[in-house]
């Protein structure tokens, strides 16, 4: 018990960033949100919603996925291990429950991303610092002057890198333009998130590779910049026959 309730108070210093991350970027994204026509309340609701869909998601999808070990132990389903959890089942069920309540609440699509990008910038800042914190992330070996020792070897300090690109497209897009198409914001960033992480995976050491070596993070990175530039083109013919 008493176990519990310390991992319960005194989480890890990489969530403790994350959670930060997730304060200020909510508060970012409400002073924008009226611009973009959302208001604060559906903005916090749904943020609320996806946070819960995200932890329930997540956890579940993993219990499911590993069924055998937790019908031993049915009551690990309600352990605070972070490690018994799926983020990126957490996050397609986080996405499905923002859509559903943006949905029920005739949202318009591209105007609510737009009016969360602010939190989405914020928190890929926050991510980067907590690769740094938790020693994830991290890259390969080198012997470059600002390299950093790290699990026994001299390695790119890959989550500096991932920190500053993030905070430099935060830093664009928040004080870009307003005169832009619905959508814009989000799509902006999307495509240099997706540009960076072309460039800045090369420097990582624990990249998923497939396929003989291709690095998955690449690999969907083009995807989503291709779909970005396609997407924009899209909303900008949109936007001149209206």
């Given at each position: 018990m008493i176990r519990f309730f310390r991992a319960l108070f005194a989480p890890p210093r990489h969530l403790i960033l994350l959670f930060a991350a997730l304060w200020l970027g909510l508060t970012l994204a409400e002073k924008r949100?009226?611009?973009?026509?959302?208001?604060?309340?559906?903005?916090?609701?749904?943020?609320?919603?996806?946070?819960?869909?995200?932890i329930i998601g997540g956890r579940v999808l993993f219990a499911l996925a590993n069924l055998s070990a937790f019908a031993r132990s049915p009551r690990s389903i309600f352990s605070v291990n972070v490690d018994l959890f799926d983020?990126?089942?957490?996050?397609?069920?986080?996405?499905?429950?923002?859509?559903?309540?943006?949905?029920?609440?005739?949202?318009?699509?591209?105007?609510?991303?737009?009016?969360l990008t602010p939190l989405f910038a914020i928190l890929a800042i926050g991510l980067s610092l907590s690769h740094l914190?938790?020693?994830?992330?991290?890259?390969?070996?080198?012997?470059?002057?600002?390299?950093?020792?790290?699990?026994?070897?001299?390695?790119?300090?890959?989550?500096?890198?991932?920190?500053?690109?993030?905070?430099?497209?935060?830093?664009?897009?928040?004080?870009?333009?307003?005169?832009?198409?619905?959508?814009?914001?989000?799509?902006?960033?999307?495509?240099?998130?997706?540009?960076?992480?072309?460039?800045?995976?090369?420097?990582?050491?624990?990249?998923?590779?497939?396929?003989?070596?291709l690095r998955l993070a690449q690999i969907l990175a083009w995807i989503v910049l291709a779909a970005a530039f396609v997407t924009h083109e899209l909303l900008i013919r949109k936007e001149n026959t209206s």
């Open positions: 949100a009226e611009r973009h026509g959302i208001s604060n309340d559906a903005l916090n609701t749904m943020v609320y919603y996806g946070i819960l869909g995200y983020p990126t089942a957490g996050l397609i069920t986080a996405i499905l429950v923002g859509l559903m309540y943006g949905r029920q609440r005739k949202l318009p699509l591209w105007s609510t991303l737009d009016a914190a938790a020693g994830t992330g991290f890259g390969s070996p080198t012997d470059l002057p600002w390299r950093i020792d790290l699990w026994n070897a001299t390695r790119h300090p890959t989550q500096i890198y991932d920190f500053v690109a993030s905070l430099i497209i935060f830093g664009l897009i928040w004080y870009r333009k307003m005169d832009s198409p619905a959508g814009s914001d989000f799509i902006s960033f999307a495509a240099l998130t997706a540009a960076a992480r072309l460039f800045l995976e090369a420097f990582r050491a624990d990249s998923t590779l497939i396929f003989d070596g």
